[in-house]
């Protein structure tokens, strides 16, 4: 599965985002598909996670309630939708993809992932 990720930019705090990940090779259905972030100087980390297309996403904290992750998987693209971002939000975004047998939290984990894109940047400016 080849991912590509857009959607990225300089936005304002409160501000809003959608990221797409186009994915190609093979259909996503087959696949979980999950979010991950890495800001500058730190390790990456996980966002949000959709492990199955009938099921409820998985959030990290600090961006439950403002960010949804969503799939179609007609389009093979997954999506996660970023409201009210704050500065702490400024970090290069990655998706990625991996087997959907695994527990649900399982997937907060990169390990589960065997597909990566390459990312896109978000700045949220104060």
């Known amino acids: 599965v080849q991912l590509v990720e857009s959607g990225g930019g300089l936005v304002q705090a409160g501000g809003s985002l959608r990221l797409s990940c186009a994915a190609s090779?093979?259909?996503?259905?087959?696949?979980?598909m999950g979010w991950f972030r890495q800001a500058p100087g730190k390790e990456r980390e996980f966002v949000a996670a959709?492990?199955?297309?009938?099921?409820?996403?998985l959030y990290v904290d600090s961006v439950r309630g403002r960010f949804t992750i969503s799939r179609d998987d007609a389009k093979n693209t997954a999506y996660l939708q970023m409201n009210s971002l704050k500065p702490e939000d400024t970090a290069v975004y990655y998706c990625?993809?991996?087997?959907?047998?695994?527990?649900?939290?399982?997937?907060?984990?990169?390990?589960?992932?065997?597909?990566w894109g390459q990312g896109t940047l978000v700045t949220v400016s104060s």
């Open positions: 990625a993809a991996g087997p959907s047998y695994h527990s649900g939290a399982s997937y907060r984990r990169e390990g589960v992932y065997n597909y």
């Open positions: 959709l492990p199955w297309s009938a099921g409820t996403g």
């Open positions: 090779g093979r259909l996503i259905s087959n696949y979980a």
